[in-house]
T-cell receptor, first 113, second 116 residues
Framework: EAQVTQNPRYLITVTGKKLTVTCSQN?????MSWYRQDPGLGLRQIYY???????DKGDVPEGYKVSRKEKRNFPLILESPSPNQTSLYFC????????????FGPGTRLTVL | AQKVTQAQTEISVVEKEDVTLDCVYE???????LFWYKQPPSGELVFLIR??????QNEISGRYSWNFQKSTSSFNFTITASQVVDSAVYFC?????????????FGSGTQLTVLP
């Protein structure tokens, strides 16, 4: 089954404790992206990757890191989480971006205390 | 810069009523794609439709229909004979149809509640 998976689905952590949210897709997509969803703001892009070893900032990259060492995986790293990073995070993938439908993971709800 | 506006923050209807969700967009690109996604209470994002700016024909899929009006930069979504299971947040989104595309630009979403 074609899918995007994220882990963990739920996470409660404390300020400053490094964490990684994993994202994996099995569709051989080139493009992957991370979004955060906050009430009243829709989804905002954090980082994206056009292919292996090619990543770039989205609209809200501060406080986040990513890497793309393999085509299928695109982890999101919070080196020192803060309460304003409490949010719902989505990973997405598509063949490319120009017009291709993005498929989203199930979401990771992160709470930073 | 692109922008997607969903002016209706929340809509509440009674089951079997028809409801239209509005989406207005701004873009400088001559060709682009528009999308609608559904986010049910369980939280996942479900793809509903993708429309290229060249194709201005309206589309119907069961109880769902979409009205694309390039002249008014709108891509509205109508649910006919709404059901309780249609209760969700609905997002409209936009991306350029070019190699320079980098992201989907989302609207802020419309929370639809269908009451029994």
């Amino acid at each position: 089954e074609a899918q995007v998976t994220q882990n963990p689905r739920y996470l409660i952590t404390v300020t400053g404790k490094k964490l990684t949210v994993t994202c994996s897709q099995n569709m051989n997509h080139e493009y992957m992206s991370w979004y955060r969803q906050d009430p009243g703001l829709g989804l905002r892009q954090i980082y994206y990757s056009m292919n292996v070893e090619v990543t770039d900032k989205g609209d809200v990259p501060e406080g986040y890191k990513v890497s793309r060492k393999e085509k299928r995986n695109f982890p999101l790293i919070l080196e020192s989480p803060s309460p304003n990073q409490t949010s719902l995070y989505f990973c997405a993938s598509s063949w490319t971006l120009a017009g291709d439908t993005q498929y989203f993971g199930p979401g990771t709800r992160l709470t930073v205390l | 810069a692109q922008k997607v506006t969903q002016a209706q923050t929340e809509i509440s209807v009674v089951e079997k009523e028809d409801v239209t969700l509005d989406c207005v967009y701004e873009t400088r690109d001559t060709t682009y794609y528009l999308f609608w996604y559904k986010q049910p209470p369980s939280g996942e994002l479900v793809f509903l439709i993708r429309r290229n700016s060249f194709d201005e024909q309206n589309e119907i899929s069961g109880r769902y229909s979409w009205n694309f009006q390039k002249s008014t930069s709108s891509f509205n979504f109508t649910i006919t004979a709404s059901q309780v299971v249609d209760s969700a947040v609905y997002f409209c989104a936009l991306t350029p149809d070019s190699g320079s595309a980098r992201q989907l630009t989302f609207g802020s979403g419309t929370q639809l509640t269908v009451l029994p």
